[in-house]
């Protein structure tokens, strides 16, 4: 408990002295506090104050395996060209090669240049669930609502963060954010099959859980 005060102690300092000192504009406080949010997840997960040092090698580094699909899907729905599509395709690029965090990184620096880009919230969101091995963090979660929250109509931070939260368990949140998205894909889509198929499965799984 003591080592959790002293890092939240210390990312609340930190963010007071970066907008005091470091002078940084408004539109940037959002990506800072990302920044220091996907900090104390990793403290969370992986900090063991009382353990020995024990340095992993490096090919234990990294999250999960890069999803070729998922990252597919994600250009389909969403970014392919311009400056947003130039960070993702480098992020992607050190996805590909298993270093999650310096993926991440990348698309803060991408956000730092163009903070109200929800395709780079998305990313930014996938890729901290990768490096996270799957698990949606605090950061993660951020990141995919301040997506949603520039890009309200927008369909891939609604299904992106749909899948996240399906998940890690989350189905009621999940179907909530899934069933509006089917009834507006096109008849026959891919994706509204893909849709109306998770949404099943889930009711399915709700369903079993009932008492």
Do not use: C
Request: aromatic share 8%; proline share 6%; hydrophobic share 45%.
């Amino acid at each position: 408990m003591t080592g959790w005060i002293i890092a939240a102690a210390l990312a609340m300092v930190t963010l007071a002295a970066i907008m005091a000192v470091g002078r940084i504009p408004r539109s940037a406080w959002e990506i800072t506090a990302a920044a220091l949010l996907l900090g104390l997840a990793g403290y969370a997960w992986q900090g063991r104050p009382g353990l020995a040092g024990a340095p992993r090698q490096m090919e234990e580094k990294g999250g999960a395996a890069f999803d070729e699909k998922l990252a597919e899907q994600r250009r389909g729905m969403a970014e392919r060209y311009g400056k947003a599509g130039q960070w993702l395709m480098l992020s992607d690029g050190l996805g590909r090669q298993g270093k999650t965090e310096e993926a991440a990184n990348v698309l803060i620096s991408g956000l730092r240049e163009t903070p109200d880009d929800p395709n780079l919230w998305l990313g930014f969101g996938n890729a901290l669930v990768a490096h996270a091995g799957g698990v949606l963090s605090p950061a993660a979660d951020f990141a995919y609502r301040r997506a949603m929250a520039i890009d309200p109509e927008g369909p891939a931070p609604r299904y992106f963060y749909g899948l996240a939260l399906a998940r890690a368990g989350q189905l009621k949140e999940a179907r909530a954010l899934w069933a509006p998205l089917a009834a507006s894909a096109p008849e026959g889509s891919d994706i509204r099959k893909e849709l109306e198929g998770n949404i099943a499965r889930i009711d399915a799984m709700l369903g079993s859980q009932s008492p």
